[in-house]
């Protein structure tokens, strides 16, 4: 067994026993690859992602269920993200099945890395660069994806007690017709420095709002938005300069189809907050985490009086039962492993 404290894992890297790496040349196919120890790669400095960040990845997690499996949660919606965002950022187009094998060899061979039923996933992290060396601005000859992988638990350290979020006009993470939409390793180099910013104020994350108008919300840092109004809920609709979160279109369909409430996909304004009686949001690392407050030009409103709404906690239970197999997985979104 390895020796690792289950009890306290947090949201950060454990090294494991293997990761897979495969290359692949400019207008070519994603076809070999395996297994290499886990440890560090070498690159040259002239590398394409390191100078201009030609690169893309991808977060899934698997997890042991309650009836003692390992599964891969929704892992056909990754590879297609990935298929996405690769092709945006002219790396060869990321083949799904070629993907959904590389991340099955990876979790059996580290298997034992999967922390035990109900206390943490194994995050997996597919990430693909430019690796080739040149200088001139273009995209790179030659490309590494590789895979690897570590026990998580929490995103945050406050567990899912509700978030304090500032919403920014200072800021925005993404340009209309940008690459908001995809999952490109820059658009988190810009988000870092708001994000400090915000954590020096004591706030968990940012909320950012659309770049051209700066009046609907759009989402979180590294988490898609919701709110739950009028007996319906609520999401930003994918205007191009949001991500389309898993866990968001898994938490639409959970509301719509396994507990019946209605969704709309839809512009949501700043005030719509005030009036609104839970709001939380989503993502593969931070599942279903509420929101208790939310700051805007220094006026902090209070939701739900900071604590975690019955919706939240139902669509949250639903996802995590659905991922622990103790309840039905009516839409095939688990791979045994
Ligand atoms: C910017 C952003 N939005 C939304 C999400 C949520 O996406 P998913 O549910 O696929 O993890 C993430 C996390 O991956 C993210 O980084």
């Given at each position: 067994?390895v ?5 306290n ?24 690859g395996?297994l ?7 690159l ?22 309650a ?10 919606k990754n590879?297609?993200?990935?298929a996405f ?13 070629f ?10 061979d ?9 206390q943490g996933?194994?995050?997996i992290r ?6 080739s ?5 273009k ?7 590789m ?11 406050k ?12 800021f925005?993470?993404?340009?209309p ?7 490109a ?10 994000l ?13 709002l ?14 898609n938005f ?11 609709s994918l205007?191009g300069?949001?991500?389309g979160?898993?866990?968001?279109d898994?938490?639409?369909?959970v509301a ?12 949501i ?10 709001v939380f ?11 208790g407050?939310?700051t805007?030009k ?14 939240t906690?139902?669509?949250r239970e ?9 309840i ?10």
């Amino acid at each position: 067994m390895v020796d690792i404290d289950w009890d306290n894992l947090g949201f950060d890297v454990t090294p494991t026993k293997s990761m897979f790496r495969a290359t692949c040349l400019e207008n070519s196919k994603w076809e070999h690859g395996g297994l290499i120890p886990f440890g560090n790669i070498e690159l040259s400095p002239a590398a394409n992602v390191l100078n201009y960040g030609q690169g893309a990845f991808e977060g899934v997690k698997a997890f042991r269920t309650a009836k003692g499996n390992v599964v891969l949660f929704r892992v056909d919606k990754n590879a297609a993200r990935m298929a996405f965002s690769t092709k945006r950022l002219c790396i060869p187009e990321m083949d799904t099945d070629f993907f959904i094998d590389a991340v099955t060899k990876v979790v059996k061979d580290n298997i034992e890395y999967v922390p035990p039923h109900g206390q943490g996933s194994l995050y997996i992290r597919p990430v693909v660069w430019g690796t080739s060396a040149g200088i001139g601005v273009k995209p790179a000859s030659e490309y590494t994806f590789m895979i690897f992988v570590t026990p998580v638990g929490p995103y945050f350290k406050k567990g899912i007690n509700p978030l304090s979020l500032k919403i920014t006009s200072q800021f925005h993470r993404a340009a209309p017709k940008g690459i908001g939409n995809i999952k490109a390793i820059g658009n988190y180099s810009a988000s870092l420095y708001p994000l400090t910013e915000a954590k020096k104020e004591g706030f968990d994350e940012v909320i950012y709002l659309d770049a051209a108008r700066e009046e609907i919300i759009e989402e979180v840092g590294s988490a898609n938005f919701f709110i739950f109004q009028d007996g319906k809920i609520k999401t930003p609709s994918l205007s191009g300069s949001i991500l389309g979160g898993v866990t968001r279109d898994s938490v639409c369909l959970v509301a719509r189809e396994i507990l019946g409430i209605s969704v709309e996909e839809t512009d949501i304004y700043i005030k719509d907050i005030e009036n609104s009686d839970e709001v939380f949001c989503t993502g593969t690392a931070v599942v279903v985490c509420p929101i208790g407050r939310v700051t805007f030009k220094g006026k902090t409103h209070v939701i739900n009086k900071n604590t975690m709404g019955p919706i939240t906690k139902k669509i949250r239970e639903t996802i995590l039962s659905i991922q622990n197999e103790e309840i039905k997985d009516t839409h095939n979104w688990l791979r045994h492993i």
